[in-house]
Each structure stands twice: as structure tokens, then as C-alpha cells.
């Protein structure tokens, strides 16, 4: 009976409660910090897919015969008919004050605007966004036997005023479309 009385009366002491309190502690202070890198990542995944996307469809623009539907004279030939797409109108969304700590839900019409120009911004790279954007995206081409782009994304995701760049560039060469291997970004985790 003495043995049982002495399991009965044990427990924890103040410095082995106080050392789970502070592993607790500092494994909650990691799992903030993972957390919130995890949520910026996401974010900023949106801006790196749509700018490489828009990469992409300036090389397949460039691509594309983009001769003009006239009819030929008999004997004519046609001008070069691979050209990059020209620069975009204006930015999706307009002002950067629409993504300011918040998301913007494009319309269709934004990224058709250039529809009638041929050659010209996103309609002619057949690209838009149909899901609600952290970050306000621009194209910027110049047409020619030696032209280059650069698509870009700009974003402020906490709504501080300073604001985050990402872009890529491509330029042509030789007939071919050459793009840069990485993104050029600018303060990533504003």
C-alpha cells in the first residue's frame, strides 16, 4: 500500500511546466514565420505565372503569321509577316490604387481593349485573367526584324505604398524570340 501511496502524490514541478511552455513558444514563433512565408509565396505565385504567361504568348504572337487580311495583287508579296505584339493601351487594372492591399476582379473588356488595333497590347497576345489579381499587370513590345518586349506585374500587398516589380524581357534575334531566364524582381515581399 506504501507504494501506491508515493505514485499518488507526484506531479509536475514549476521548471518542467515552464520548459513545455517555452518549447511551445518558440515552436508557435516558427510556425507564424512558416505561415506567413507560405501566404507571401502563394501571392507572389499569381504575378510570376501571369508574367511568364505573358512571355510566353509574346513568343507565340511572334510566332503566329500576323500579316494583314488584305488581298494580294497578283505578283505582290507580302511584308515580314512575324512581328511581336505592340504595347499595351493600358495597364490591368488602370491605377495601382485598385490593388493596394486588396484584389481587383478584372473585366473581359479590360484585356480586349487593343481588339481593334491589330498587333497591338493584350488582345494580341490573346491573354487575360478571369480570377480576381493581387497585382496590376503591362505589356510593352516593339514591333520589328529586332524587337523586344517586357511584361510586367506590379502589387503592394500589404497597402504600405511601396510596390513590388516583377518582369521579364525578351527581345528577337536572328528571327527567333529569345526570353530572359529569370525574373527581374523588385522589392518581392511588398
Given at each position: 500500500m506504501r507504494a501506491f501511496k508515493k505514485y499518488q502524490n507526484r506531479g509536475f514541478t514549476l521548471?518542467?511546466?515552464m520548459i513545455v511552455v517555452a518549447i511551445v513558444g518558440v515552436l508557435a514563433a516558427l510556425a507564424i514565420y512558416g505561415v506567413r512565408k507560405y501566404l507571401l509565396n502563394s501571392k507572389t505565385a499569381e504575378v510570376r505565372n501571369a508574367v511568364g504567361q505573358m512571355?510566353?504568348?509574346a513568343k507565340a504572337a511572334y510566332e503566329r503569321e500576323s500579316m494583314p487580311s488584305t488581298i494580294l495583287a497578283g505578283g505582290a508579296s507580302a511584308a515580314v509577316s512575324n512581328n511581336l505584339c505592340t504595347d499595351a493601351s493600358k495597364t490591368v487594372p488602370a491605377a495601382k490604387t485598385s490593388i493596394a492591399?486588396?484584389?481587383?476582379?478584372?473585366?473581359?473588356?479590360?484585356?480586349?481593349?487593343?481588339?481593334?488595333?491589330?498587333?497591338?497590347?493584350?488582345?494580341?497576345?490573346?491573354?487575360?485573367?478571369?480570377?480576381?489579381?493581387?497585382?496590376?499587370?503591362?505589356?510593352?513590345g516593339v514591333a520589328?526584324?529586332?524587337?523586344?518586349?517586357t511584361t510586367s506585374g506590379y502589387g503592394d500587398l500589404n497597402g504600405d505604398g511601396v510596390t513590388s516589380t516583377f518582369g521579364l524581357s525578351g527581345a528577337v534575334t536572328g528571327g527567333v524570340v529569345f526570353v530572359s531566364p529569370n525574373f527581374?524582381?523588385?522589392?518581392?515581399?511588398?
Open positions: 521548471i518542467e511546466l512571355a510566353k504568348d492591399g486588396k484584389k481587383y476582379q478584372s473585366a473581359a473588356t479590360d484585356w480586349t481593349v487593343d481588339e481593334a488595333t491589330f498587333g497591338k497590347g493584350f488582345a494580341c497576345l490573346r491573354f487575360a485573367m478571369s480570377d480576381p489579381q493581387y497585382y496590376m499587370y503591362d505589356y510593352k520589328g526584324a529586332a524587337g523586344t518586349f527581374n524582381e523588385d522589392k518581392p515581399e511588398e
